[in-house]
């Protein structure tokens, strides 16, 4: 049990804006969200966490990460304490407590240093271009289309894709131990057989790839088809659009650079063209719907962005802007055009790979799964000792 810290509860608010202070433990948002059962008072339990400052509980807790943001305590709360908020800045919070290096803290916590970064790091492309880019030709292929291969080998460029899919790979899945540790191994009360986490992986493997948390099917009694008439669903289905369109390119772009980028113009229904467009169609339609979400602020999930959301929602819409006119220059037969274009998105996408993935709001696809695994590979534990 860690001592109570009240300053902890400044350190929480670096993370977000937070009116968590004002709450006075009535109870009512225990009572209207649904991951609250007889033993977990949620999320009343981390507002008090919060409050008294007990670090090392809020280190351990999977909560926030278990929280689907459905807003529905903080409608319902009498202090406007915005308990689901607090959730959010806690996942922020968590993400940096994971993050060994330190880098995560710096930037949720500063946008000068998540500015300079992004500059930094797109400058860095820029001199790798200037210094060592292919012969810029005018010449056509035969089909009409620009020869980017000549200006950027996909040799040359898939070897840089592993480089910083290693790093990014190093970086995130350090990060997922630490919070492992954290949440399982530093805990005294719990032994858990190796076998749990086999029997439990099938959580990780399908929140990671449907991200079911993200609807909203728990918060009434009403049926799948009345929920899916009603719009319940919109929310999660443009969110999984997202992130399978992020998850296709990534694996296209480090995997089967040979296969992607090349200079031969395929008919518009080969696969290499269909699975491009159907992840610039995700990438396109999410990030706008994101983006018109966050300034109506229409719903609780909106109300209140942090910078760094911003920033995502920025940079990946850029990244997908700079490649849909890449692939039109380049099919439209306009080699400077397609040249300076494709120096510029990768210009944007490293970046925003190289902060997004381990140290910032992509990092969150992995640490949800996770925690939901995690809590099932406890709650079976749990289980396991209560029947002995
Ligand atoms: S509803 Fe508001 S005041 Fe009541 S316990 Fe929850 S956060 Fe605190
Ligand atoms: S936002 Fe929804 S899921 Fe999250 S704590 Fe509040 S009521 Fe529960």
Known sequence: MSELDPKFAREILKFGDGTFSACYNCGNCTAVCNLANNDN?????????????????IDASLDPWLCYYCGDCSTTCPRNANPGDLMMTLRRYLSSSYDWTGLARKFYTSKVFELT????????????????HGPMTTELTPDGGVQLNTFAPWKTIEAGDWIMAGFLSFFLLSNIFNMYLKVIWRRKDLKIPVSLYFSELRHLIIHFFSQWRFSD??????????????GEYTYWFVHFLLMSSYVLLFTMIVGFLYWFQTDEIHPWWHPQRLLGYYSTFGLLLGTIYFIVLRIKKQNEKSKNSHYTDWTFL???FLTTLTGILVHLFRIGGLPMATYYMYVLHLMILFPMLMIE???????????RPFAIYFSN????????????
């Open 314 to 316: 920025t940079l990946l």
């Open 41 to 57: 008072t949620f999320p009343r339990r981390l507002i008090r966490f919060s409050v008294l400052g007990l670090k090392d509980q």
């Open 117 to 132: 970064a992004i500059f930094i790091l797109a400058l860095f492309i820029l001199l790798l271009f200037v210094f060592f």
């Open 377 to 388: 590979v406890i709650m079976a534990a749990q289980q396991k000792t209560s029947q002995k």
């Open 217 to 230: 099917c728990e918060t009434n009694q009403d049926s799948f088809f009345t929920k899916v008439k009603n």
């Open 357 to 367: 993935v381990p140290f910032s709001k992509w990092s969150h696809l992995a640490y």
